[in-house]
């Protein structure tokens, strides 16, 4: 069965909806936007049958496939927030039928193309459709592409009620761009006995490896007085921001400048003036040991610099994020072999590389529900780049369906 018209659709409006989420708000979810897809995917949900069909307070919609045969509780989750990083409002996706394999323009920013010459997987899309932006936004297909992926293959699933399959929970999360994708409530909620995470990039990406993260805030607070007093009294906290910056890493251990299974300290955000800054970091690191090492780096510099003038006070505050979900999944990978097989079912050959990033996934395994993650077809997340191709989508929703049937007994 083709799924090819019906992820066009989803996709196309899904992306549509603003949906960014905000790091700096205490709310959850973190944006009042976000409700407008929470709440159209609950009343889709609800449209075509689910069962306890419920947002949460803390945002998230689940919902129930009652099962039609014996066999596990199984999750599958998808993100409904888009990434701050970029500009994500009034995004207009466009749909490139049978793409010819040349250099995609945009109509909207015509300085602006996406070349297979310097993205390879988009050179083996030829005769695919292409969704992308207009050029002046991200798209959105992380993760909307999963929602898309869940929500056809829920509907189908509803719709053929004489398909055996075990009883699923359907799970449309907020802020997972911001960490905040999996409230301490979710694992009871969902109440499943795995889980999987649509959020994955190229086809036959089955993902059971992520960073450990943490964020770390450094506070650099001056002594304030009129420059024209200042001789002497003035401690310019911007001055000592700048030493901090300027002492850390700069030709190794950035993001620009690793890969693979490099972890890596990013700056991400600098605020603030000459009485007080705010200085912001994530540490990323496979290996537990090598993100301690990374924030006692980070906490040696700050010594140092605080040193040279005891007059400012420097604070250094280091929390977890989450955390490399192989831990966990290593010693139990019957999710990751299932998955696997069931690529293998539909002639895709299973590639598992860690993900140099982190996803819910991360955190539910982390916090008991094993949780993989699984491709969608999205590339050049978090950019205009951003592209996805429809009949990559079409692939992820069979390996789901196939998955269920799978994990079926009797």
Request: aromatic share 6%; glycine share 8%.
């Amino acid at each position: 069965m083709s799924f090819h018209d019906e992820l066009t659709d989803r996709l196309v409006r899904y992306a549509a909806i603003d949906s960014q989420s905000d790091a700096d708000s205490p709310a959850a979810p973190s944006t009042a936007i976000q409700h407008k897809l929470l709440d159209l995917l609950a009343q889709e949900l609800a449209d075509i049958g689910a069962a306890d069909v419920t947002k949460t307070p803390y945002g998230t919609v689940i919902a129930t496939i009652p099962g039609t045969a014996p066999g596990p509780t199984i999750g599958f989750l998808a993100h409904v927030d888009t990434a701050p990083q970029f500009n994500a409002t009034g995004v207009k996706p466009r749909v490139i039928k049978g793409y010819n394999g040349g250099v995609i323009t945009y109509p909207d920013n015509p300085d602006l193309t996406l070349d297979p010459a310097q993205f390879p997987y988009l050179a083996q899309k030829q005769g695919h459709d292409i969704i992308t932006a207009s050029g002046l936004t991200l798209l959105g297909a992380d993760d909307k592409a999963g929602v898309a992926i869940l929500m056809a293959a829920a509907r189908h699933l509803l719709a053929n009620p004489d398909r055996k399959h075990p009883t699923i929970r359907i799970a449309f999360t907020p802020d997972e761009e911001i960490g905040r994708g999996v409230d301490k409530r979710l694992p009871k909620d969902l109440g499943v006995d795995f889980a999987y995470t649509f959020d994955g990039g190229a086809v036959g990406e089955i993902e059971y490896e992520s960073f450990s993260a943490d964020g770390a805030t450094v506070t650099i607070k001056g002594v304030s007085i009129h420059p024209g007093l200042a001789k002497d009294k003035l401690v310019n906290a911007i001055h000592l921001a700048a030493k901090i910056v300027e002492m850390m890493p700069q030709a190794t251990m950035t993001p620009e400048t690793t890969d693979d299974r490099q972890g890596f300290v990013h700056a991400t955000d600098m605020t603030g003036g000459s009485s007080e800054m705010k200085i912001k970091f994530i540490l990323r690191d496979f290996e537990l040991d090598g993100l301690k090492a990374k924030g006692e780096m980070l906490q040696k510099v700050c010594a140092a610099v605080q040193a040279t003038e005891p007059r400012a006070e420097i604070t250094c505050t280091i929390a977890p994020q989450y955390r490399n979900m192989r831990y966990w999944l290593e010693k139990d990978m019957t999710p990751v072999d299932l998955a696997r097989d069931a690529a293998r079912d539909l002639g895709i050959e299973p590639v598992s590389v860690p993900i140099r990033g982190g996803t819910d996934g991360s955190r539910l395994t982390e916090m008991g529900v094993p949780c993989p993650n699984l491709f969608t077809g999205m590339q050049n997340i978090h950019g205009p780049l951003e592209w996805v191709s429809v009949q990559d989508m079409e692939q992820a929703t069979d390996l789901m369906l196939t998955l269920v049937k799978k994990a079926t007994r009797g």
